[in-house]
C-alpha cells in the first residue's frame, strides 16, 4: 500500500483548505482509511477516518462540524476538507490505512500504514 498525501498550506485563521489522499497498492474494501495531525512536541492524533466500503465516517471531537472526510473510490482518494480553521490545527496531517474498520481506526493506530505528511499551517 501507497499513500500519497498533498493539499497543505498556510492559511489565515478562518480559511479552509483540502487534503487530498491518493492510494495504490491494492483494492480497499475492507480498509479504513484517515487522517491524522502531529503538532510540534506533541504526539500524532486522530482527526477522522472512513471506512471504503460504507462511507461511514468518524471524527475526534475538535475538528466536528468543520472538518469533512470523504472518498472517490474511481481515483482511490480521500480528501479532508477542513473549514474554519483555527491556528490549534496547524499541524503536520497525515494519510493512513488498515484492515480494520475507521470506528476501530479511531481508537488506535497501531497497525496504521502512514503517507508521508503534509504540512498545514494557520496563521491568527
Known amino acids: 500500500v501507497q499513500l500519497q498525501a498533498s493539499g497543505g498550506g498556510l492559511v489565515q485563521a478562518g480559511g479552509s483548505l483540502r487534503l487530498s489522499c491518493a492510494a495504490s497498492?491494492?483494492?480497499?474494501?475492507?480498509?479504513?482509511l484517515g487522517w491524522f495531525r502531529q503538532a510540534p512536541g506533541k504526539e500524532r492524533d486522530f482527526v477522522a477516518a472512513?471506512?471504503?466500503?460504507?462511507?461511514?465516517?468518524y471524527y475526534a471531537e475538535s475538528v466536528k462540524g468543520r472538518f469533512t472526510i470523504s472518498r472517490d473510490n474511481a481515483k482511490n482518494t480521500v480528501y479532508l476538507q477542513m473549514n474554519s480553521l483555527k491556528p490549534e490545527d496547524t499541524a503536520v496531517y497525515y494519510c493512513a490505512a488498515r484492515r480494520t474498520t475507521a470506528q476501530t481506526m479511531s481508537i488506535t493506530s497501531r497497525g496504521n500504514i502512514w503517507g508521508q505528511g503534509t504540512l498545514v499551517t494557520v496563521s491568527s
Open positions: 472512513i471506512n471504503w466500503s460504507t462511507g461511514s465516517t
Open positions: 497498492g491494492r483494492t480497499f474494501s475492507t480498509y479504513a
